[in-house]
């Protein structure tokens, strides 16, 4: 016999679980313009009298019946294995499905066999069921029938009751970034870097990204200078051709061109311009290629001094002739800049030196840096400091304007993240954190980077969520490379993505309720005055707060319209 059940997109479903550990989830509201996300977790238990022989799998054909069938997609929750939970001797705390190596539920792909599901005996598996919400749909109550069919007395049917707020969720509230690594598809899908094959998967990609709310893209003008061994050089990914002659630069910027073209056709709105120098220390300058008296050679690199005059001159040229190319379409104030990713205080006079080769001529501009010693900005050093949210609260305190907020592999105590082993109420934890502190960006260093410590070789993703034992499952990407060049998603950036909702949901809640009752909200039914370093505990707390933000909104827009 098929079993089933309908379950909140924040439990994880694990092989052992029982049907039964899981709340049932029968009602739940959404605004219109919404992506609305559930589970409907399928098991099979034998029965005496129904099928034959002995069971090791039941196909079973899924449907779905309702208004809102038309707007719904289905796909399986696959499991991968996962060998390094948390590293050892990186601090964590007790909130983690586990700590030990195993099959963790991470990987949405398509339903095969023509929307047929396997149900398997002694085994809890979970189909991810998203509704995508017209904006144009009419307020109201909507019923969604999923029924699975296995034949032979084998069906089970669950229904969920959809109320629809007549009010339009707001669109982005803050700047997303994850870093998209070009290189790692090239490598990837072994096809030649710039190619059209290649820009053909970049755009995939890229299309993928934007549906789950990053609206801004890491853009290689040069060859990122992002984990990569000291000596080392990871796959060049540079847009903007140079020639040197004599002393002198020129720049060709047709391949940023059609970058640009691309971003524009897909709803990218911001270009992150790679680091100038590189990484923990601003001491040297990326890996640069040019063609020299008709030779195609690295110019730049880590026997480079970062404020040496070679290089200051060549930056400042590049930078005069890049702001004039794109402010040619309007496109100069969509750019932001790095100086150097990550810096520690120890590397302060390194970073204020580098900083100031490009300062003048960027004044007018977004210079901003992942780093976490409040002395960068204490000291001027940095004008929008990017801190992760475990080194936030001196920002905060602070009261530092325009604040974004950024996490990776360090943070794995008290505060939000999107591992692997880690429940999804705490990747959506950061949702109500952003929201409550006006945070304007968040950024997180890994989309796509698959490759292991320092770029040293290409990973298996569905095999090396860590990164070749590198960095906690989950930390190195959000999105798996399918076999046509397309990215499959990852739960946890369907997750993240519903905490973007969640604040766009407070903020329009805001704008009718004002900001200290929608944090009201938060805090009590979390339990306490909310900080980055409390994240919910079960799905049950996020959920009632996001049901009590939409009463509100139902009940100030019924106001309204009276």
Partial sequence: MIKTRLISSL???????????????????????????????????????????????????????GELSAFTTLRDVGNVPVERPVLQGVPADEDYISFHAGLFPDLLRPLHYGNTVICTPDALFSVWVTVEIPESLAAGIYELTLRLDGGEGNLAEEHLSVEVIDAVLLGESIYLTQWFHCDCLASYYHVEMWSERHWEIIENFARTAVKNGINMLLTPVFTPPLDTAVGGERPTAQLVGVTKTGETYTFDFSLLDRWIEMCDRIGVQYFEIAHFFTQWGAEHA?????????????IFGWDTDA????????????????????????????????????????????????????????KDYTIMDALSNYVFWKDGVVSTPIPSNKHIAPFIEGRVPNLWTYYCCSETQKVSNRLIAMPSWRNRSIGFQMYKYDIVGFLQWGYNFYYNRQSGDLINPYLQQDGDAWVPA??????????????????????????????RAMRLCEQYCGKDAVVAVIDEEIGTDVTFDTCAKNAAQILKIRERVNEMLRQAVKTNTK
């Avoid at 609305?36 to 090791?56: E, F, M, P, R, W």
């Avoid at 290629?289 to 030779?295: K, L, N, Q, R, Y």
């Avoid at 190195?476 to 604040?503: H, K, T, W």
Wanted: hydrophobic content about 40%; aromatic content about 10%; some cysteine.
């Fill in 11 to 65: 439990e994880k479903v694990m092989l052992g679980n029982d049907i039964s550990d899981f709340a049932p989830m029968k009602r739940v509201s959404a605004l219109r313009g919404e992506r609305l996300s559930v589970q409907l977790i399928h098991t099979y238990v034998y029965q005496a009298g129904i099928g034959s022989g002995v069971i090791n799998r039941v196909p079973a054909t899924l449907t779905v019946e």
């Fill in 286 to 298: 990326p890996k640069i290629m040019a063609t020299v008296d008709g030779e195609y050679k690295r």
């Fill in 307 to 362: 404020t040496g005059d070679e290089y200051t001159t060549f930056l400042q040229s590049f930078l005069t002739e890049f702001l004039a190319h794109m402010k040619k379409n309007g496109n100069d104030k969509r750019c932001f800049f790095h100086v150097s990713d990550e810096p520690r205080e120890k590397h302060l006079e390194s970073y204020r030196a580098a900083r100031a080769v490009v300062s003048e001529l960027l």
């Fill in 474 to 503: 989950g930390d190195a990407f959000s999105v798996y490379p399918a076999p046509n060049g397309e990215a499959l998603e990852s739960l946890r950036i369907a997750v993240f993505y519903d905490a973007l909702q969640d604040m």
